[in-house]
């Protein structure tokens, strides 16, 4: 008996000290920093929440975009912070106020280095005065002066040193940016679990000349002039069936098996919107959360949606477990189908649409009366981001989705 006592009492002083040397993390402010090129790097801020004595929840803060990340492993030393909906994840090591290791998406082959630490609130140091307010609009081109120049429209507004806002294209926009400008020296960042965008330039009252990053794999320069009365090409004018084409034809599976088609007949007389996406895409995930909570309001039954994705996931298993972990995230009633995996070629996938004569961006979105005709194509979507033109969408796409269903 007083054997086992001593070997219960062992276990417990074991446990006791396993459970002293327990690592944790500090709760509250953090700054993340990624590696991008040309010795830049990408500032965000987080938050860490113990939930309990086990488990930790993280806030990543992007100007007013709260992203939720609930799905934080610990072992010994070792992190895992998986983001949610994309399959984007960081891995390291960690102590209680530090954290090193690397962002990764491992369907593209891309390892961004990643670090961070404890108890830093600003995003980017301002040691000196700006020397200029961006707030406004500017004309924007990309790679300006070459074949794979497109046009942005920059959208900021500063607040002492700090600046916030976005840039949109034809095809979207960069989501929710923010920074700060230090003499004439402006940086922008976003990081979302997908992307991790950093735009660098230096400011005048006029004038900007910068560079984009993307991750570590991407950058290209931009220059910017204030402007504004600058608008856009409009979304709705960039795609479009080819000729002797007025329907949209296609089958694809919703899971293993199982194709859906147009012609089913669930969609027969109904208006529907085919939504082309993929869940590696941010702006695809605004849309998607716009398209959920519209159909979550309306209580028209002539109205259904269609999902396409085009993923780059390498093997059909793991494209279709991307599509459910977004619908189970996000809560989408409606059906998603997977139209290709392995690439986001848009080239690829115009060939499995070939009514098409191109498509230009993700997301694009088609509208289809009632018989079956293709009544609209928009390119791209401008998410809550972008301030008044996203409430302006929400208006025009009720109002046009309600024309069509009233016919």
């Known amino acids: 008996m007083k054997k086992f006592y001593w070997i219960l009492l062992l276990g417990i002083l074991i446990l006791g000290c396993n459970k002293s040397k327990e690592k944790i993390l500090s709760e ?18 987080f938050k860490i929440i113990q939930a309990d004595n086990k488990t930790y929840q993280l806030e ?15 072992m010994n030393d070792s992190i895992i912070i998986k983001l ?23 369907s593209v082959n891309r390892i961004v280095p ?8 600003e995003r980017y140091t301002t040691k000196v005065a700006p020397k200029t307010d961006v707030s406004g609009i500017w004309e924007t081109s990309f790679s300006p002066n070459t074949m794979s120049t497109y046009l942005g429209k920059g959208i900021f507004k500063q607040e002492g040193a700090k600046v916030t806002g976005t840039f949109r294209t034809t095809t979207g926009d960069y989501r929710f ?25 230096k400011a005048s009252d006029s004038t900007l000349v910068g560079t984009f990053y993307s991750g570590n794999h991407s950058k290209e320069p931009f220059i910017g002039k204030r402007n504004e009365k600058f608008e856009l090409p409009h979304g709705d004018s960039l795609t479009y069936l080819k000729k002797g084409f007025d329907k949209l034809s ?5 899971k293993p098996g199982n194709m859906v088609s147009l012609e089913d007949k669930q969609f027969q007389g109904k208006v ?26 309306s209580t028209n039954q002539d109205i259904k949606v269609i999902g396409l994705a085009f993923e780059t996931a390498k093997t059909e298993e793991i494209a279709f477990g991307a599509i459910k972990r977004l619908k189970e995230r996000i809560g989408v009633t409606y059906p998603i ?71």
């Open 28 to 45: 509250g402010i953090w700054l993340g920093k990624l590696d991008t090129m040309d010795g830049e790097k990408l500032h965000f801020n």
């Open 60 to 74: 990543i803060y992007n100007a007013e975009e709260i992203i939720e990340v609930d799905e934080i492993k610990l």
């Open 84 to 106: 949610p909906v994309f399959e984007g994840f960081i891995s390291g090591n960690f102590t209680k106020n530090e954290i090193t290791g690397n962002f990764i998406k491992e």
């Open 114 to 121: 990643f670090s961070a630490i404890f108890g830093t609130e």
């Open 177 to 201: 940016l923010e920074g700060a400008i230090q003499g004439d020296s402006l940086k922008l960042s976003a990081f979302d679990g997908s992307h991790a965008y950093l735009f660098t330039a």
């Open 250 to 254: 296609f089958s694809f599976p919703e």
């Open 272 to 297: 529907v919107v085919v939504q082309l996406m993929g869940t590696w895409c941010p702006n695809c995930l605004d849309e998607t959360k716009f398209l959920v909570n519209f159909l979550e309001q």
């Open 337 to 407: 189908l997977l139209a290709q995996f392995g690439t986001s070629s848009k080239i690829k996938a115009q060939e499995k649409l070939p009514m098409l004569d191109h498509v230009l961006s993700y997301p694009t979105t088609i509208f289809i009366d009632k018989k079956g005709k293709v009544r609209k194509i928009h390119s791209g979507f401008n998410g809550p981001a972008t301030g008044d033109i996203y409430v302006t969408f929400k208006k025009e796409f009720a109002e046009f989705v309600n024309l069509l269903t009233a016919e």
